[in-house]
């Protein structure tokens, strides 16, 4: 039942279907034409994934610029990178990162490929402090930050409790990147350099930081509660429940409310904290 399914959605948002049989069996890239006049020359993995983010690709509007590069047009921005940022856009249009970002500085911790960047400009920011370790995402980052003519800086850098290089295993350097799930296979290694987590926050002169970099939020722990509170909020991806706790106690002690959470999907720990400063006067009559 699932197979046919699958086969009516291909052919209906096909305008040419038959094309899928010579992409499957060639393994190779060829022409595919969606039904709202989408022309992409892709892989038969590309296709399964646009076939199932089709929705996602009429609203996006998103366009091939090479075998591997997409350009999606959101209003008046837009973002050159991987297929996957359909999603990362998707998720953030949810409402992940809603928050008044208007003449603030954002401290991005886990950058990608300048997707929170360009939203957060989009919602008035002043400027941007990237962190990304993968190197290969530093182009699109850049070009990113060129075509929407944001105010930001680049720093190819995780974070951690101190300075320091380490070598990480992965699958795909892609959104997910140093994540570990069940299928996992940890094929490649790769260098990254790490910055001094509270020296990133005094040095960015940051009003709001978003984390997503993952296993790097523990090391908000080692913090001083003087530089936390030098940031009014803070949106944190957290990768297990006993690590999400440990921030909730750390930010209580700080001074901070946890704002908001929301938890992840059942297969994995994942969840988002949200944690807003508790204005000095408030703070004095806990």
């Known amino acids: 039942m699932t197979s046919v399914k699958i086969l009516i959605r291909t052919m209906s948002i096909l305008k040419n279907p038959f094309a899928i049989l010579s992409l499957k069996l060639r393994k190779k890239p060829s022409k595919v034409t969606f039904s709202n006049g989408t022309v992409f020359q892709i892989t038969w993995p590309q296709f399964?994934?646009?076939?199932?983010?089709?929705?996602?690709?009429?609203?996006?509007r998103l366009q091939?610029?090479?075998?591997e590069i997409f350009k999606i047009t959101i209003n008046s921005y837009q973002l050159i990178?991987?297929?996957?940022?359909?999603?990362?856009?998707?998720?953030?249009?949810?409402?992940?990162?809603?928050?008044?970002?208007?003449?603030?500085?954002?401290?991005?911790?886990?950058?990608?490929?300048?997707?929170?960047?360009?939203?957060?400009?989009?919602?008035?920011?002043?400027k941007i402090v990237i962190y990304e370790p993968v190197l290969e995402h530093h182009p699109y980052i850049h070009e990113n930050i060129r075509l929407n003519?944001?105010?930001?800086?680049?720093?190819?850098?995780?974070?951690?409790?101190?300075?320091?290089?380490?070598?990480?295993?992965y699958d795909k350097a892609d959104n997910c990147f140093g994540l570990k799930t069940k299928k996992t296979t940890n094929k490649n290694k790769m260098?990254?350099?790490?910055?001094?987590?509270?020296?990133?926050?005094?040095?960015?002169?940051?009003?709001?930081?978003?984390?997503?970099?993952?296993?790097a939020e523990i090391a908000l722990i080692t913090v001083s509660n003087e530089i936390l509170r030098k940031l009014e909020y803070i949106i944190i991806e957290v990768h297990t429940t006993q690590i999400r706790q440990q921030l909730?106690?750390?930010?209580?002690s700080a001074g901070f409310t946890m704002?908001?959470?929301?938890?992840?999907?059942?297969?994995?720990?994942?969840?988002?904290?949200?944690?807003k400063r508790i204005?000095?006067?408030?703070?004095?009559?806990?």
């Open 259 to 275: 704002d908001r959470y929301h938890d992840g999907d059942n297969d994995n720990e994942i969840s988002m904290a949200y944690f």
């Open 149 to 169: 003519n944001i105010n930001a800086e680049v720093h190819a850098k995780g974070i951690g409790t101190k300075d320091d290089e380490i070598v990480v295993t």
């Open 279 to 286: 204005p000095e006067a408030d703070l004095s009559v806990l």
């Open 81 to 126: 990178g991987s297929q996957t940022l359909m999603h990362t856009m998707e998720e953030m249009g949810s409402g992940v990162y809603e928050y008044n970002y208007q003449d603030k500085v954002v401290l991005d911790i886990g950058g990608f490929e300048g997707d929170s960047a360009v939203f957060f400009w989009s919602k008035g920011a002043k």
């Open 191 to 215: 260098k990254i350099k790490i910055k001094n987590v509270t020296h990133a926050i005094v040095e960015s002169g940051a009003d709001i930081a978003k984390i997503d970099c993952e296993g």
């Open 248 to 252: 909730i106690e750390k930010f209580k």
């Open 48 to 60: 399964r994934s646009l076939r199932d983010s089709y929705e996602l690709v009429k609203k996006y």
């Open 64 to 67: 091939q610029i090479s075998d």
